[in-house]
């Protein structure tokens, strides 16, 4: 189970917004291009360099969390964040309406 | 004991073989006794760059196959008799390049020779991987263009990775940036990603900026490495290079473009 989605889904955007026309309208092809490589290169490294052993934990904790609510592995997506002096471990689980079940 | 170079990219043609070329010859004209290695197995090159191409007789393949000595594979550079090449095969599969064989070849090099370049191949596969596996310092060569930026991050990535001393715990192998093929005037007019552009995304120690120029295809036609036409920018920018990498101080050259006559004339700039 490998990190799923691409750029587009991590930024959460589309193309290019009106805010993004008008700045580039004086930007340069050079600063485009680094802007570009900027968040491409961050969000390469974040999916490069996520431990070996994320898919595995997520399969655990999805199993743990399935003994008591029924939800499956669509529902929950785990990321680990690293800045300059944390990490972070996000676990996000979009649980069923209990009263309905 | 040998200090490993491997010269790396990602990208192909960003001017990896004609970097080891001077910087190998760079390393033996200041008096070090230096061995290049050609790990482009299938597409070698170095042989043409170096000008020794008619004296091949057995490759990389050979030593590791047991079917020649390190010692008749290698060959003598024509220009510097400190300098060695050690070539790539042309012809075999590439699956020939084993971990063990590299490994040996390396330990035994390293009882005779200062320096030891690996020119690697582009991509990441086994060649890519081999020539980076045993390095003490790496040369990461970039273009000022997108995707070979992002090629040597991913590079970077693997460096610290899946490299012998990543997995012995050792200290990390050095990295290098090299920038070559940069041309100020296109930098100047925002067409082209800057040095500081690069080095915000990659971080990396400089070694040195090569500029665009004409001077490396003519050095590339006659079969000598562009560091020995010393009049030429480009092969200043490499001895400047190889001249950083020994400990020297020398100021950055070919950042901000050519000096006109008339500035140099009056001054300032
Ligand atoms: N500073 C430079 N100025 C102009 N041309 C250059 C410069 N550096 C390299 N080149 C040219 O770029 C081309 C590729 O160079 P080179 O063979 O050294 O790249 P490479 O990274 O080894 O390629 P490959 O990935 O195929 O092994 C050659 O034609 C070379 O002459
Ligand atoms: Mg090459």
Redesign the interface.
Known sequence: MGRKGCLGSYLGAGDMSLLDYFRSSKT????L??E???I??AY??SS??QPPYLPQLQQEILLVIQKYVNVNCDAMTIKLEQSDNQETLELNIVLPDFRRV | MARIIVVTSGKGGVGKTTTSAAISMGLAKKGHKTVVIDFDVGLRNLDLIMGCERRVVYDIINVINGEASINQALIKDKNCNLLSILPASQTRNKDALTQEGVGKILEELSKDFKYIVCDSPAGIEQGAHLAMYFADDAFIVTNP??SS??DS??IL?LLSSKSQRAEKNDEPIKEYLILTRYAPER?K??????LD?VQ??LSLDLLGVIPESKSVLTASNSGNPVILDEKSDAGQAYSDIVARYLGETRPHRFIDGKKGLFRKLFGGG
């Not at chain 1, 340069?28 to 600063?31: D, I, V």
């Not at chain 2, 007019?189 to 800057?194: D, H, I, R, Y």
Request: no cysteine.
């Open positions: 340069s092809s050079a600063s291009a680094k570009r490589l900027q491409l290169v390469e490294r490069v360099n | 263009e997108v930026v992002r991050d991913r990535g930098v007019s925002g067409e082209m990603l800057s552009d915000d995304i």
